[in-house]
């Protein structure tokens, strides 16, 4: 029988060499293929909250978490970098796993910083993030030839813990979609902040909580009904606003299985 990992002749990760590795929005079938393959071959593992069980289940190495936990402490952003940097100096194989892209609202650049900062080898390993695989879970096409030419990704939460700063009138006319990430508590400000910039109540909204899990939780609704909607949702969600999220009544796969 053949070995797929193997058959592809994928590079394996040196001693020494940090693998900054994307693990995708939850299914821990979206991981990519070197992302598998690193987790199997790793000394040891630095990984967040958002990745799966069953992964972490596949790797012998040592697994440290290193993420933000309800009740958990949480490492400081420079205490990983500097534990990535003393690890590849010990000549580990060292894999940081992270939920979704590392590059996307992960602060998988400033790990590459530190790396750079300190010479240590790295590679990156995208991941599908979220914001496109999740709402592909919820049956909401990304673009669309009817709906939308164009897509803006936002962070809901700026640095400060606040409410990112934006100059929402030129969000409002920039692309048909806005997506957006660590928003939920914070959905009825930017409801209001699209609707005052020009955006109508009417337009389909969606948050799409837990996606690619097996308690996904996709709820249709409106910009004008976004902060209600927001209320109860489960706090690990996406929001989505433009017409392509219509499609989702069409669409939504996953719910019909
Ligand atoms: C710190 S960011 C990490 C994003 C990640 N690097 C990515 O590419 O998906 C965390 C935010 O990503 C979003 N997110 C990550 N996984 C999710 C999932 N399975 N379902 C819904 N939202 C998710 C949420 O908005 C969450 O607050």
Redesign the pocket.
């Known amino acids: 029988m053949i070995d797929p990992l193997a058959a592809l002749k994928l590079p394996d990760i040196l001693p020494g060499w940090v693998w900054l590795v ?1 693990a995708g ?2 299914d821990p079938g979206l991981i990519t293929a070197l992302g598998l393959k690193a987790i199997t071959q790793a000394d040891v593992i630095l990984h967040d909250a ?1 990745v799966d069980e069953a992964l972490l289940a596949l790797a012998p190495g040592e697994k440290i978490y290193a993420g933000k936990r309800a009740g958990v402490r949480s490492c400081r952003q420079d205490e990983i970098s500097d534990m990535l940097v003393r690890l590849a100096k010990e000549e580990k194989r060292v894999l940081r796993l ?5 590059f ?3 602060r998988g650049g400033e790990e590459a910083q530190a790396l750079v900062r300190a010479c240590v080898p790295f590679r990156i390993v995208p ?1 599908i ?3 496109i695989g ?1 709402l592909a879970y919820a049956g909401i096409p990304l673009t669309h030839r009817d709906t939308n030419h164009a897509v803006t990704f936002i962070t809901g939460h700026g640095s400060d813990g606040n409410l990112t700063r934006l100059d929402w009138d030129a969000v409002s006319r920039g692309a048909p979609t806005l997506v957006f ?3 939920r508590k914070f959905a009825g400000e930017i409801a209001d902040a699209l609707m005052g910039a020009g955006r109508r109540p009417d337009e389909p909204a969606a948050i ?6 097996p308690d996904q939780d996709v709820r249709i609704t409106t910009l004008g009904g976004l902060a209600e909607a927001a209320q109860t949702a489960p706090a ?3 929001i989505v606003v433009g017409e392509n999220v219509a499609l989702a009544r069409e669409l939504a796969w996953l719910a019909k299985v």
């Open positions: 994307g929005p939850g958002l992270k939920g979704g892209d590392p996307v609202f992960g991941g993030t979220a914001g999740g990430y660590m928003a799409v909580a837990n996606a690619a899990r690990l969600a996406i």
